[in-house]
């Protein structure tokens, strides 16, 4: 999870280790905790200089260029999942524009663990918050892409069904999100409900634009597969633009491959609301 406070970022990972781990991290963790910058430097100066590069890094290099980097901002849990394995939590804070800190506080790792339970308990697999611009949303896919292609449990067709859904909603999100400091505002999540998977985006919207974007939606829904093939390649072939100035082919697209577009509308104020788009697979 990564979140910016102020003019830093908190960086918090959850893997799992082996029991038999814990007290040997534990124990470096303290000792980097303990050392002031000079002390942290001369001991990075001394492992560099004595470095054996091994299946399992470089001595624990790693772990001292972090606590120089973040001021020793270094938080960490361990959470005792059975009795071969744990989850290790591991949190540190930087500032990317200075050197020093900007004096906003390390967030407890239990904000962490606690938004790491509710993704497990609720079967999310990722949740991102912020800008859709085109660069991001192709990062976006590329992850879910990799996830897809080593993932054994699910077949090609359905590894390409959900991939080609995705693309499509956060196309949508990316060319109908407002722009607010330059950025795409907006969020998406997938995850599994009930053996289906979930994808869902939301962004805001002009509340001028609502009336027409829900009778698109509307529209979809009520159409059969056969109406929708041939509403598809008939936009296709009269390139058809709708009120909301775009053909309309992703929501076509959508709608053929899904069983219902469900969609929230939750206003903001006079000018705008949030709309919320969520499809099972």
Request: hydrophobic share 35%; charged share 25%; aromatic share 10%.
């Amino acid at each position: 999870m990564i979140r910016v406070l102020g003019d830093s970022y908190v960086i918090s990972t959850a893997n799992l280790i082996k029991n038999e781990n814990v007290d040997g991290i534990e124990n470096k963790l303290l000792k980097l905790k303990s050392l002031d910058k000079d002390q942290l430097k001369a001991l990075h100066n001394e492992v560099l200089g004595s470095l054996k590069i091994t299946d399992k890094g470089g001595a624990g290099l790693g772990l001292i260029d972090m606590a120089r980097k973040t001021n020793n901002e270094l938080v960490y849990n361990f959470e005792k999942v059975d009795d071969v394995f744990s989850f290790f939590y591991f949190q540190l804070k930087f500032n990317p524009k200075s050197t020093e800190d900007d004096n906003t506080p390390n967030p407890p790792i239990s904000i962490a663990k606690g938004f790491h339970d509710v993704m497990d308990q609720n079967n999310t697999y990722m949740v991102y918050k912020g800008d859709f611009s085109h660069e991001n949303v192709l990062t976006i896919l590329k992850i879910i892409e990799r996830n897809l292609q080593i993932n054994p449990f699910e077949s090609k067709s359905l590894k390409s069904l959900i991939y080609l859904v995705l693309t499509e909603l956060l196309q949508n999100l990316t060319k109908h999100a407002l722009t607010h400091n330059n950025k795409k505002l907006g969020a998406f999540l997938i995850g599994k409900h009930f053996n289906k998977y979930v994808i869902s985006t939301g962004n805001f919207i002009e509340n001028a634009k609502i009336a027409a974007f829900e009778e698109k939606i509307k529209s979809m829904n009520s159409k059969s597969k056969e109406e929708l093939r041939e509403t598809y390649i008939d936009t296709i072939k009269n390139g058809y633009i709708d009120s909301l100035g775009n053909s309309g082919l992703g929501f076509i697209q959508i709608a053929k491959e899904c069983d219902q577009i469900n969609n929230k509308i939750f206003k903001v104020n006079d000018e705008y609301s949030f709309l919320t788009l969520s499809v099972n697979i």
